[in-house]
């Protein structure tokens, strides 16, 4: 799958990282323009290429947002991502990591009226990019796998984010709509930079 990851910070190459290594391509980009994720690019080879935020989207099966909650009204026009598997895994934060007060609305609600036309999934966002880094892992049982989440209201898309996810050594767990399930994964959520197994996840959520 090509992969466009727009937001090559700590999580950002994290997931860079793991999609090379289980055989995707991926196309990175930052605030800072492309010369600086040349040491990256180097690392990962040449399955990985760096371009404008732009170029991710243009190629991309699936588009992960990994930039400041705050950024993302105005990074792209809609049209850009018109059809587009678009997984938002960015984070609404305040001053002193309080999340940020959106008028009764979810993260990712946003983001969906921001994009009207892309096919929004949340993931992603609840792991400590350390824990990223290290914890996929082919269990010899499944339900031993970390968690990670999807939400939102398109099945299919939702299915293809979970084979991703498995393919990195998660396990996926979905958590049902935008609305509801995007809320579960938020910052002061259940589910929020707590490592969870899928069974413990599945405790947790009580389904």
């Given at each position: 799958?090509?992969?466009?990851?727009?937001?090559?910070?700590?999580?950002?190459?994290?997931?860079?990282?793991?999609?090379?290594?289980?055989?995707?391509?991926?196309?990175?980009?930052?605030?800072?323009?492309?010369?600086?994720?040349?040491?990256?690019?180097?690392?990962?080879?040449?399955?990985?290429?760096?371009?404008?935020?732009?170029?991710?989207?243009?190629?991309?099966?699936?588009?992960?947002l990994m930039v400041p909650f705050g950024s993302a009204a105005e990074l792209?026009?809609?049209?850009?991502?018109?059809?587009?598997?678009?997984?938002?895994?960015?984070?609404?934060?305040?001053?002193?990591?309080?999340?940020?007060?959106?008028?009764?609305?979810?993260?990712?609600?946003?983001?969906?009226?921001?994009?009207?036309?892309?096919?929004?999934?949340?993931?992603?966002?609840?792991?400590?990019?350390?824990?990223?880094?290290?914890?996929?892992?082919?269990?010899?049982?499944?339900?031993?796998?970390?968690?990670?989440?999807?939400?939102?209201?398109?099945?299919?898309?939702?299915?293809?984010?979970?084979?991703?996810?498995?393919?990195?050594?998660?396990?996926?767990?979905?958590?049902?709509?935008?609305?509801?399930?995007?809320?579960?994964?938020?910052?002061?959520?259940?589910?929020?930079?707590?490592?969870?197994?899928?069974?413990?996840?599945?405790?947790?959520?009580?389904?």
């Amino acid at each position: 799958m090509k992969t466009g990851i727009i937001g090559a910070g700590r999580i950002g190459a994290t997931l860079a990282r793991l999609l090379v290594a289980a055989g995707h391509q991926v196309r990175l980009a930052n605030a800072s323009g492309p010369g600086r994720l040349a040491p990256l690019l180097a690392e990962l080879g040449s399955a990985a290429s760096a371009g404008t935020p732009e170029e991710a989207v243009e190629q991309a099966e699936l588009l992960v947002l990994m930039v400041p909650f705050g950024s993302a009204a105005e990074l792209l026009p809609p049209s850009a991502v018109e059809g587009k598997l678009l997984v938002d895994a960015m984070n609404a934060f305040a001053g002193g990591g309080r999340p940020l007060d959106l008028g009764g609305l979810g993260s990712s609600e946003v983001i969906a009226e921001r994009y009207p036309g892309a096919r929004l999934v949340k993931s992603l966002n609840t792991m400590h990019f350390q824990t990223l880094a290290t914890a996929g892992r082919a269990a010899t049982d499944p339900g031993e796998r970390l968690a990670h989440y999807v939400a939102g209201d398109d099945r299919e898309a939702k299915e293809t984010v979970s084979t991703v996810i498995s393919e990195l050594g998660f396990a996926s767990i979905d958590t049902g709509s935008l609305r509801t399930g995007g809320r579960l994964q938020e910052p002061g959520g259940p589910l929020f930079n707590i490592p969870l197994t899928e069974r413990q996840a599945h405790a947790v959520l009580g389904f």
